[in-house]
């Protein structure tokens, strides 16, 4: 007689059912940023006074060291994961890790820290990497802006705290090695709790692309995500520019903003307050601007936050003194955190799951690379000019890559190159799955329906039907007597019965004999639960809806938690019993066929 082994545990996506572990990974992450925080202050300040470097472009070696080398390492991390899983890739993230805190301490020479910076790129690129997708696995589609916010959150929150905390160590003890200890404790937990406590996610990755049909073609390999990532698809490829331009502002404010600083008599301590202030601002505005492209779509937080940047650095470039350039770190940090988590979010929007891991490591290569364009840039500008001029210049790529955004970026938190499209029919209450439709609703002014043929084979009636002709057009028998057993009624929507307009919502219904119909056209930000649930007086939507999607998305979640998306030629069966919201900045516009939905919808009670 043999013992069944219990059944595993059912596998859901979603924060609120993976919540255990993905506060874990967010601790985790913050151990992450912390390493990273560990050189914010000190090491720009040890170039010039332990090592002696006079050139910008020589201090600035070490951004690019680690820039380059995480660069590679993202986009090794990605292809890995989606290979040999997630948790593996992260140990040995830890484990390169490890001596990055001993060679800062102890270096005798600026070589030994391009060393340590190298290891750290390489720790960055596959433990950071690693936890952005683990939190993308675990939440699934829904709310994948809140998760990244709060990742990116705590990695640059720990930053912001770890640059504080060592300039004051810094400003108490001198620039080594005392303020290198913290990161000696930050590595070993980091790595004890990745290889003790975190759990692989790659089983919610096949539970996503089993539940979820995607289109065809969706198995890619390295070469054909790099392509389709970097230039391919023209929402992907802006997506990542931006995060190249990103990282070159980040980039600067890292190498060469403390010394513009030191020039003007700032001291060490109060160095190392300007150094985290852009990071904090960061930090927090992320635990926002992750949830809110959720809502209103990733596109207008990327323009904006780009432009954002490119102002707060003009400012800094003119300013002199504390506190001008503390409001231009705040507001940097500000249009950082706009941008940050939501570009993320937008590649996994994007991309299939199977090759997601992928696609996120292509686009972290070249988010990660503008290090090295920041680096060589804002040094050659400085040595050829000064220190404002390299300021200067990173500012004008701010606003250019928010211009490359605005022109190229597909509206909506999805490509419409390569997004899903969806029906949310399936049998049983309150249940939802994605499947392609079968067929695409006919253009604007096309009929729907085959003419009809009297006996002698000609078309039936000596009128057609004209939707804009009058109140009722029908079909008509062949004596010209109104035939309904056999006609059509047709009604049109730019003249309909009745007009239904709750805050961001518009119902237009058309009466036919009886049987009703609406246009549904529900604007950005609309949100059952807040524009529709005060008129219906129903904790969720009672309604049983069959229609089609025209334009725009929507997303549905069900009182049991099940969830979809419809969009653009998807039609739809959906239960009572859900809230739902517009996705993106594109209004939804639909078609709902059930009469009673029709007539009732939005209507109050």
């Known amino acids: 007689m043999t013992t069944a082994k219990p059944a595993a545990p059912a596998v859901r996506l979603g924060l609120r059912e993976n919540l255990p572990q993905f506060s874990l990974l967010v601790a985790v992450n913050a151990l992450v940023g912390a390493m990273v925080g560990q050189e914010r202050t000190v090491l720009p300040l040890l170039a010039e006074q332990t090592f002696g470097l006079t050139a910008f472009t020589a201090t600035a070696t070490f951004v690019v060291a680690f820039g380059a080398t995480k660069a590679l390492a993202n986009l090794v991390a990605g292809a890995m994961t989606d290979r040999v899983g997630r948790k593996p890739v992260l140990v040995a993230g830890w484990v390169i890790g490890l001596p990055v805190p001993l060679l800062l301490m102890w270096a005798p020479s600026w070589g030994w820290v391009l060393v340590a910076n190298v290891l750290l790129g390489v720790n960055q690129g596959l433990t950071w990497s690693t936890t952005v997708i683990m939190k993308i696995d675990l939440v699934g589609p829904s709310r994948r802006g809140l998760a990244l916010g709060l990742n990116e959150a705590a990695g640059y929150g720990a930053v912001a705290v770890t640059a504080l905390v060592t300039g004051e160590i810094a400003a108490r003890y001198g620039l080594r090695p005392e303020p290198f200890f913290l990161g000696v404790a930050v590595v070993a937990l980091g790595l004890g709790l990745s290889a003790a406590v975190v759990r692989e996610t790659s089983h919610h990755v096949a539970h996503e692309a089993a539940t979820t049909t995607w289109a065809a073609g969706e198995e890619l390999g390295l070469a054909a995500v790099l392509r389709r990532t970097s230039w391919g698809d023209p929402s992907l490829a802006a997506v990542c520019q931006a995060g190249l331009v990103n990282n070159a502002v980040d980039g600067l404010a890292w190498a060469l903003l403390p010394l513009l600083f030191a020039s003007e008599g700032v001291s060490v301590a109060g160095i190392g307050v300007l150094a985290a202030l852009y ?277 549905v979640v069900h009182d049991d938690g099940t969830e979809g998306d419809a969009g653009p030629g998807d039609a739809y069966v959906i239960n009572p019993g859900h809230d739902a919201w517009v996705l993106g900045d594109e209004p939804l516009v639909g078609f709902e066929f059930d009469s009673s939905a029709a007539t009732t919808y939005a209507k109050p009670s």
């Open 279 to 555: 990071p904090a601002v960061w930090c927090v505005g992320q635990l926002v601007t992750g949830a809110w492209s959720d809502r209103v779509g990733r596109k207008p937080l990327i323009v904006a936050g780009m432009l954002l940047q490119g102002v707060a650095l003009g400012l800094m470039a003119v300013a002199t003194g504390f506190p001008l350039w503390a409001v231009g770190a705040v507001l940097v940090g500000a249009g950082t955190a706009l941008v940050y988590p939501t570009l993320i979010a937008a590649v996994g929007d994007v991309a299939h799951p199977h090759w997601r891991a992928t696609a996120v490591g292509v686009y972290r290569l070249w988010r990660d690379t503008g290090y090295v364009v920041g680096g060589i840039l804002g040094g050659v500008v400085a040595d050829a000019f000064d220190l404002r001029a390299a300021v200067w210049v990173v500012a004008a790529l701010s606003v250019a890559s928010a211009a490359v955004v605005a022109v190229r970026m597909v509206p909506g938190p999805r490509s419409t190159a390569t997004q899903r499209t969806s029906s949310m029919a399936r049998s049983g209450p309150a249940h939802m799955r994605n499947r392609r439709p079968s067929a695409i609703p006919p253009a604007a002014g096309a009929s729907s329906l085959p003419a009809r043929r009297g006996p002698s084979g000609g078309q039936r009636g000596s009128k057609s039907c004209n939707a804009s002709g009058g109140p009722r057009d029908c079909i008509h028998g062949p004596r010209g007597e109104e035939d309904h057993m056999a006609g059509m009624t047709v009604r049109s929507f730019e003249s309909p019965d009745e007009v239904r307009s709750p805050d961001k919502t518009k119902v237009e219904v058309v009466d036919l004999d009886g049987v009703k119909a609406a246009q549904i056209t529900l604007q950005p930000g609309w949100r059952w639960s807040e524009c529709i649930k005060p008129v219906a007086g129903t904790d969720s939507c009672q309604v049983h809806h069959v229609g089609v999607v025209v334009s725009g998305r929507i997303h």
